[in-house]
């Protein structure tokens, strides 16, 4: 009869399965990390677009609030002027309706600026009491697009993280592969007996596969490869294409931009020139008249400027940038 008996058994992988498993898991905590940089991004371009937006406001509300106390000045003579001259009385009504619209307007700039700090605590969890007087901006015009291309394929945390599954799905194939190669077995046992000899005994296992259970899983991990590649390269054309497009509308604005400083500088001269003829009899309305597209002036060119770095903005958020 047997007394006593000790087993060893080791299993010897003829694959490199276990690499490819500790490998995967290295690039799932890659996925993981793109991931908060994306978060991270999106953050980051929400209270950048808060503040521009409130930088904005208050250039605005500076805009209008000079051009309301300008008018004080021509309201004022038009009410004198309303008593003799009938016409007169139709440019004070038209000058004092002017002067309530922009009024309104001015409201409508401190509301904004309210809800840009509104913003700016919901996305980021951070409270502002005030705003930057500057804007920093980078001047993609000025960069080729060929270089804010290559900048995008290696800096966007998207494709990152979309590259980082692609890999993983990649890697999901070798371990399939890997795992179409059985493991070994291999167990050792020392027998005591009470009436017989003791012996040592080896034996080796080799399981065989049956069904084709591990090929449908090298398939099912290729299928998984394929859908990354394609979403990969599918995302990467689509933020190629509004990197383009952010791009030609950003160089367009700064050409229209360029054109509303031309024509500030021929009004400050027909501004110039209308202040000097007043001393000679000049007409006041005509001077007041011209002020009044400088200030329409000064808002556009606002508006564009505002438009410029919103579309900044969008390529700091194509690219990944945080700052």
């Known amino acids: 009869m047997q007394n006593q008996f000790v087993a060893l058994s080791q299993t010897i992988p003829l694959s490199k399965k276990l690499e490819l498993s500790s490998e995967i898991e290295r690039e799932k905590q890659k996925v993981i990390e793109q991931k908060k940089e994306v978060l991270r991004v999106n953050i980051a371009f929400g209270i950048r677009k808060a503040f521009i937006e409130a930088k904005n406001s208050r250039d605005n509300l500076a805009i209008l609030d000079d051009y309301i106390a300008f008018l004080q000045t021509p309201m004022q003579l038009l009410i004198n002027l309303s008593a ?35 913003r700016i605590e919901l996305i980021g969890n951070l409270k502002v009491d005030g705003f930057s007087d500057e804007v920093h901006l980078k001047n993609y015009h000025l960069q080729s697009l060929d270089n804010l291309l290559s900048q995008l394929e290696i800096e966007s945390p998207e494709l990152k993280m979309l590259l980082a599954l692609k890999d993983v799905a990649d890697m999901g194939i070798d371990l399939a592969k890997a795992k179409e190669q059985a493991d070994i077995t291999v167990t050792g046992g020392f027998y005591q007996r009470f009436d017989r000899n003791d012996y040592v005994s080896f034996s080796i296992a080799y399981p065989l596969f049956i069904h084709d259970k591990q090929s449908n899983k090298k398939v099912q991990a290729m299928k998984r490869a394929n859908i990354q590649n394609i979403s990969y390269a599918r995302t990467k054309i689509q933020l190629e294409q509004r990197l383009k497009i952010t791009l030609h509308q950003l160089k367009a604005l700064y050409q229209e931009l360029k054109i509303l400083d031309e024509s500030s500088k021929k009004i400050d001269k027909l501004i110039a020139n209308a202040k000097a003829e007043l001393a000679g009899g000049g007409s006041l309305v005509h001077y007041y008249e011209l002020f009044t597209k400088r200030t329409n002036n000064r808002l556009f060119t606002s508006k564009k400027q505002l438009a410029i770095a919103l579309s900044e903005n969008q390529i700091d958020q194509l690219l990944g940038a945080t700052q």
């Open 84 to 118: 003799v001259e009938k016409n007169s009385v139709e440019k004070y009504i038209k000058t004092q309706l002017l002067q309530q619209s922009y009024q309104l307007q001015r409201e409508n700039w401190l509301q904004r600026i309210a809800i840009a700090k509104e």
